[in-house]
C-alpha cells in the first residue's frame, strides 16, 4: 500500500532517475488518489503514449530496484493473454501496472480534450501525469476488473452527486471494436450497482445492442 | 460538492456544540477535505467538501496571479517542484486558445531568463511561437526587451 504522501515523494524521486521529459496517464488508484476519492492505493496505473517511453519510465524504476512481476494472480486468463495487457514491477509492497496505449484493448486519447488534472514532478526531467475525468476511471476499473476495483467504483459514485453514465454509455460502445468485452464488462458492472444508478441507464446500454 | 459553512451554521446543521464543531473542521482541514477563509475581523468561513480538495499551483494560479485578463481554469494543475514564468509562457502557447494566450503575453513583463525560456521553446519546438507571441506583445502593451539575439 501507498499513501498520497509517499506517492508524491515517490514520483518527484523517479523524475530525477529520468533521461527525459515524460508524459503519461494516471488511472486507476493513482488517478483516484490524485483526484482526491481515496488515501491509499495497492498499485500504480500508468499508459504510456508509446514503447520507448515505458522503456525509459522502466529504466528509470529499475535503478530504483523495481523488478518485473509476472500477471498471474492478478489478472485473469483472457486479460493476460490480451494484446493491451500491462508489464508489472513491484518493491515491496508496492507495484507499478505499465500500459501502452491502451487498456486491453480500450484506447486512451492523448489529446488534451479531457484532462481534468495534470501533475508535474519536476526533477532533472519533468514527469507529467494526466488524470482523466471520473467517467473514464469508473470505465476502466470496469475494465481491468481486479479485486477492489469495484470498490473504488462505488467510492467514486458515493462522493460525487454527478456522474454522466451517459459518456460512460457511448465511450464503452465506441471502444466495442477494440475490444469486444469492454461492453459485457461495463454490463457487469452497471447490474452490480443497480441501486446507484437509474434503470434508463442499464434500459439504455440493452437498446444499443 | 464544495458546502460552505460558518462555524455556527456548521454546528447548527450536524446538530454540534461549538467546541465540537470546531474539533471536527480542524479534523476535516488536516484531512485535506476543508479549507477556510477570513478571519481576524472577518467571519471565517469553511469549505467542506466530500474528497480531498486538491490545491493546485501551476499555470491557472499564476497567469491569474500577473494578467489582468483571468482564466477559468480548464485543468487543474499541480506542480511539485519549481515552476516559472518561462515554463508558464511554454504551458500557455501549448494550450493555445485565444483567450489564453492574450492572458500569456502578460507574463513577458516578468520574464527573468529569456535563456530558460528559449531552452524550453527550444527543447518544446516552439521557438517561432514564443517569438511571434512576445512580438505581438510588445505592439500592443509595455513589456520588457527581449535580447536582441532571441529576436533573430
Redesign the interface.
Known sequence: MIN?NEQ?EL??LI?NFLEK?LSCIAIGGTAMM????K?TTKDIDLVFKNNEDRDIFVKAIYSLGYRQKTLKGIYDKKRIEHQGKPIMYTRVDERFDLFVENIFGFKLDFS?KN?????????KKKLTLV?LPKEYIILLKSVTSRPKDFEDIVTIIN?E?KVDWDLIINEAFRQENNNSWIVLDLEETMLKLKKFISKDYIKRLYEKR | MNQKYTLETYAKQFNLSRASALNKLSKLKKQGRATVSGGGYQKRIYTVSDKKIVKTNGFYDLVNKYSPEKLVPKFEHVIHGRYTIEEAIIDGIEIGDIRTLEATKHLFRNVNNWKRLFDLAKRNRMVKKVRNLYQETYREMKTKKMPKRYLK
Open positions: 498520497v508524491e514520483f518527484k523524475s521529459d490524485f483526484s482526491g476519492y488515501t488534451d484532462i481534468v488534472q495534470k501533475q508535474v514532478f519536476s526533477g488524470v462522493l452527486k
